[in-house]
């Protein structure tokens, strides 16, 4: 691998990345259900306590969410969507301490954009908490200041609609899109997961915490994960074709599953349906992972599910050779080159 090739640090900066970026495709007035994800101000775990046992199924000690008083108003006034806006309805409800995740779904073509149903629920959400702190019930604020909890700290412009401190919330929101079969299902299963999820990360810190640059195969970059793997005798890279055919990729499959019974760690930048399985069943089985990210770490990263048993489990390695992207890749084909590449490198121990 070119270590001098510093290219994909180019566009670095030329474009701020956002997680709240509305999609350009979508028409927001029309029918389509959605998740949103909505942060309290400053990440404060104002909404509830964090509970439970990640080992347990059932019974008292499930992990879950104990909400605080707010959380409960948080919950209404999410429930209560309905009432302001009979196109909407609300299928699912996730309140983490420090942020929520819902799910609405648009039945008809409603006459103003989502993003005003959102503002709705803030604004009703600032008021419960307003109404919370004016009464004899404690509320934790996120600041100590004499003017009275989340109200407006100081006249602001009437075209701004989050005033930059005094909130309840951060600007904005973050919105996926239901395209597929099947999604909603997976949403639903994810929302569900999300304390077990929280728990197992906060027992395992050391894993869940993305590390100072490390150095692989003579290039400096953020890490996540168990970074002794890389330490490992014996590593293996996965490069499929995306023209293998599927008795093929099994093959591979197996031949990797063995070695990594053995004590092989596999090394791969999971880009192909084939690679994607070989690593899936790679983690399936318990075997040690090293993964190079194709798009970097984004702001606030959470492991997807099955990379989060991995990591707590001390068999996984993220490494990320490009900064965070939330644009489309114009340069994949060159990106995925430079990873295999990367991949190589390491697996040889250079």
Known sequence: MERKDNSHKAWAGEKKPSMKRRSEENDYLDRGIYMITLAIQGRQPLLG????????????NVPHVALSALGEAVKSVWLDIPKH????????LCIMPDHIHGILFV???MERHLGHVINGFKTGTRQAARQ???????LPLPTRRKAAP???AAPQPEKRKHPPVGTLWEPGYNDRILLRQGQLQRWQAYLDDNPRRLLLKRQHPEYFTQLANITAAGLSMPAMGNRFLLDRPVKL???CSRHLYPWEIEQQKQAFLEQGRQGAVIVSPCISPGEQQIATACMEARIPLV????KGFPPFFKPQPRYLEACAGGRLLMLAPYPWQNEKLTDMR??????NALAAAICQGE
């Open 107 to 109: 039945r008809e073509r």
């Open 132 to 138: 919370l702190a004016a009464g004899t019930e404690a």
């Open 85 to 92: 806006h009979p196109e909407v309805e609300p299928l699912k």
């Open 237 to 239: 890279q996965v490069q």
């Open 291 to 294: 993964v190079l990210l194709l």
């Open 334 to 339: 060159r990106r995925c080159l430079s990873l």
């Open 150 to 152: 989340y109200a407006e």
């Open 49 to 60: 306590r964090l509970a439970g046992n990640p080992e347990a199924t059932q019974g008292e």
